[in-house]
């Protein structure tokens, strides 16, 4: 009978146990993984833990942290990473956006601020959507998901004027040639409705001053803010338009404002007051001398020789954070008479503007009230228009002053 050879080690010679290679440290403590006992890098995401390669084959974890930072957006979103694929990402529709609308800021053609709202809307959809994410895979369940960050953010005017703000994002894509088909935002991915629009004005309360309130701001303003209030409720003038009204403005003799709304270049003409005209010419009379040569031209400087309003956008060397910096001393100015006067309510000096058009609509002729306030119509009769008379801004301007001033 054969007899088979025991390859079993004699009990004489122990078994070498093979050692277990110790757990690395973080090759940094900003560094986002963990060395699992698995033998992996690892990280607890969403209530999941996560594993992105061994640490045994890469004990720097390099690899791994490349391939956490691939997969993140989709990670955190709730989402299951997609394998790699050709197609237009967030990061090329946003950077292609905001070059488009460097070149508008860089002639003029866009201001800063409405340069850094679309700044500020690329950023959320970043947050929300991740760099990598194709635009392609976008659907109405992404969008729902965005508009509910934005809701518990901000609310119900800044939520709609944000909303619109992304469809042009979105628009340009489609214009430009870069998205291939339409874009489906969804049923949910709209501004709020009228009612919950009429519901957030109601809670801020009616933002217009009566007259007697006027008044007494008027006899509590300095020089200077006193001219600003009474262009604000004799021509509609805003915190804006007052710190970059020119003196080439201004007819004092004949008592006449015609002034391009800064905002929208649309032409508006207004009959000024006696007092308005007195307040402008004691202001001018006691004008600081400009500290900037670009200043020359207007009506009110601060005793810096400085504008009222600046607005003044900086940003990184490498362009990845912009800051905006709005230094309105109309506003803080107006603050300060109203809290001495105990003028209460959330209400603020660009409220003249609400109360002039008010005021000026009981005059009945809405059409001389929108030349005023520089608002335009869309509709036949605004473009077939071509001039307004006088007469019919003087009838405006003259009911208004009967209110005030009765």
Known sequence: MAEFINSTPSSQEPRKRKRKPKKPEKPRPDFPLFPHQNGSWAKKIRGKLHHF??????????????????????????????????????????????????????????????????????????????????????????????????????????????????????????????????????????????????????????????????RKMLGEAGLQLRAMILLGINAGLGNSDCGALGIRHLDLDGGWLDYPRPKTAVDRRAKLWPETVEAIRNVLGKRKNPKDSDNDDLVFLTKFGAPWTKVRMTEEKDETKIKLFNDDAVSKETKKILLALDINGRRNFYCLRHTFETIAGDARDQVAVDHVMGHVRDDMASVYRERISDDRLVAVADHVRLWLFA
Request: net charge positive; with cysteine.
């Open 53 to 214: 390669g061994s640490w045994r084959e890469d004990p720097n974890g390099e690899a791994a942290l490349t391939k956490y930072l691939d997969q993140k957006d989709a990670l955190h979103a709730g989402r299951t990473p997609r394998p790699h694929a050709e197609g237009l990402t967030i990061r090329d529709l946003v950077n292609r956006f905001l070059t488009s609308k460097r070149h508008l800021l860089d002639t003029h053609e866009l201001a800063p601020r409405t340069f850094h709202d679309y700044y500020g809307v690329c950023e959320r959809v970043i947050g929300v959507f991740g760099l990598s994410r194709l635009v392609d895979d976008l659907g109405p369940d992404d969008f729902e998901r965005l508009r509910n960050d934005l809701a518990k953010r901000w609310g119900p005017v800044r939520l709609g004027n944000t909303i619109q703000r992304i469809r042009s994002l979105f628009k340009f894509g489609e214009e430009s040639g870069l998205i291939a088909k339409r874009v489906l935002f969804g049923p949910a991915f709209k501004r709020p409705s009228r009612k919950v629009l009429r519901q957030e004005r109601a809670k801020k309360g009616k933002q217009m001053f009566e007259a007697d309130e006027i």
